[in-house]
């Protein structure tokens, strides 16, 4: 079975500053990978996916994240954070049509 | 193109009463699944269906909840009847999923339960 580790339950970032949300996953074979954003009081959204092929994605909203193998993890980045990035953000492997989540990484963006 | 489509957005209900949560997935989607959020135990999945055929229901709660979806544009998760620990998100979403495995999962806005 699938599983998500997200280790990090919340970080505060200053505006302008560079964020990086770990991600460690465990699946048997080569996962599906996702990054969802979640806004207070709305659904989630999806800001990228790894499925195959070259292991740095670009998402929306100026994120990336990098698939590494040997490491088990996908973590997501974003050189410069806005007021706006202030969310929840979930880290998903998927399998056939499930979908395992993260518990999730709060982020606080201070002015 | 319009998104995932859910309502009602929020609702509070009596203890016992009856809930119906309905949604209506992207046109063209062949996949379609409710999952649950609450703060304790993170999203959950509750049910898949493949072609409006129910695939997975191993997270059903219990009996007192059931799902149905009677064609490839509408589905409805029923809670008969509701408890205080059924308060939560309530998320459908959907996919297109080939051949190959696994599609994106479109979500929701969600259903805000809560059950008093």
């Known amino acids: 079975a699938q599983s998500v580790t997200q280790p990090d339950i919340h970080i505060t970032v200053s505006e302008g500053a560079s964020l990086e949300l770990r991600c460690n996953y465990s699946y048997g074979a080569t996962p599906y990978l996702f990054w969802y954003v979640q806004s207070p009081g709305q659904g989630l959204q999806l800001l990228l996916k790894?499925?195959?092929?070259?292991?740095l994605v670009q998402g929306i909203k100026g994120f990336e994240a990098e698939f590494k193998r040997s490491q088990s993890s996908f973590n997501l980045r974003k050189p410069s954070v806005h007021w706006s990035d202030a969310a929840e953000y979930f880290c998903a492997v998927g399998a056939d049509y499930k979908l395992s989540f993260g518990a999730g990484t709060t982020v606080t963006v201070r002015a | 193109d319009a998104g995932v489509i859910q309502s009602p957005r929020h609702e509070v209900t009596e203890m016992g009463q009856e809930v119906t949560l309905r949604c209506k997935p992207i046109s063209g989607h062949n996949s379609l699944f409710w999952y649950r959020q609450t703060m304790m135990r993170g999203l959950e999945l509750l049910i898949y269906?493949?072609?409006?055929?129910?695939?997975?229901d191993s997270g059903m709660p219990e009996d007192r909840f059931s799902a149905k979806m009677p064609n490839a544009s509408f589905s409805t998760l029923k809670i008969q009847p509701s408890e205080p620990r059924d308060s939560a998100v309530y998320f459908c979403?959907?996919?297109?999923?080939?051949?190959?495995?696994?599609?994106?999962?479109?979500f929701g806005e969600g259903s805000w339960l809560t059950v008093v």
């Open positions: 790894y499925f195959s092929g070259d292991t």
């Open positions: 269906f493949n072609n409006n055929v129910p695939i997975d």
């Open positions: 979403a959907s996919s297109l999923v080939s051949g190959t495995g696994s599609g994106t999962i479109y």
